[in-house]
């Protein structure tokens, strides 16, 4: 079992529609959770970080976090074009100090 | 400038070569990271270093080595370049809890 599972894509939204991306985590010690977007050949820019249960809002992101159920998400409200990328689950395991353990990724395509 | 700096942005090697790969960051931070990234497996961490006389080996160190040379800088060695090792590199860093800042990647060819 992977430690970090983001749910498989690619993911297809309309311009203007809710996207959702999904990731579980095996650790249930971990602490710190981060979604990362990623640009076709570009680094990983840390979008969003959560860590306590509930909802976290920034602009058009939100996370959700759930540590009972091990799950966290993260919805894009008004999806643009511009949000196309593929978004990194990382979860700061209990066992693992600083070091984050990264989901393979969901890639998202916004379309006009 | 950016916060964390890699060089080079493109390499391509002969097999056999040994290569190193710098970053330099100006975050402060003490904890630095090596990572590689394949197409379907996603972020794998190499080597790590939460200050300069701590160094830890990640989950695919084979093949690798790195030095710290102060605080801001944190190299990766190649020691025999090999095809497999072709890979996006990152190096990033972090002030914990936060999260990674992670450097613009060092596209990497050996052939």
């Known amino acids: 079992q992977k430690e970090v599972e983001q749910n498989s894509g690619p993911l297809s939204v309309p311009e203007g529609a809710i996207a959702s991306l999904n990731c579980t985590y095996s650790?249930?010690?971990?602490?710190?959770f981060f979604w990362y977007r990623q640009y076709s050949g570009k680094s990983p820019e840390l979008i969003m970080s959560?860590?306590?249960?509930g909802d976290k809002e920034d602009g058009r992101f939100t996370a959700q976090l759930n540590k009972a159920s091990q799950y966290v998400s993260l919805l894009i409200r008004d999806s643009q074009p511009s949000d196309s990328a593929t978004y990194l689950c990382?979860?700061?395991?209990?066992?693992?100090?600083?070091?984050?353990?990264f989901g393979e990724g969901t890639q998202l395509t916004v379309n006009p | 400038d950016a916060d964390v700096t890699q060089t080079p942005r493109n390499r391509i090697t002969k097999t056999g070569k040994r290569i190193m790969l710098e970053c330099s960051q100006t975050k402060g931070h003490d904890r630095m990271y090596w990572y590689r990234q394949d197409p379907g497996l996603g972020l794998r961490l190499i080597y790590y270093?939460?200050?300069?006389?701590?160094?830890n080996k990640g989950e695919i160190s084979d093949g690798y080595s790195v030095s710290r040379q102060a605080q801001a800088k944190f190299s990766l060695s190649l020691e025999s370049a090999i095809p497999n090792q072709t890979a996006l590199y990152f190096c990033?860093?972090?002030?914990?809890?936060?999260?990674?800042?992670f450097g613009s990647g060092t596209r990497l060819t050996v052939v």
């Open positions: 650790d249930r010690g971990s602490q710190s």
């Open positions: 990382a979860v700061n395991e209990e066992t693992s100090g600083s070091r984050l353990t």
């Open positions: 990033a860093t972090s002030d914990f809890p936060h999260g990674y800042t």
């Open positions: 959560i860590y306590s249960n």
């Open positions: 270093s939460f200050d300069v006389k701590d160094i």
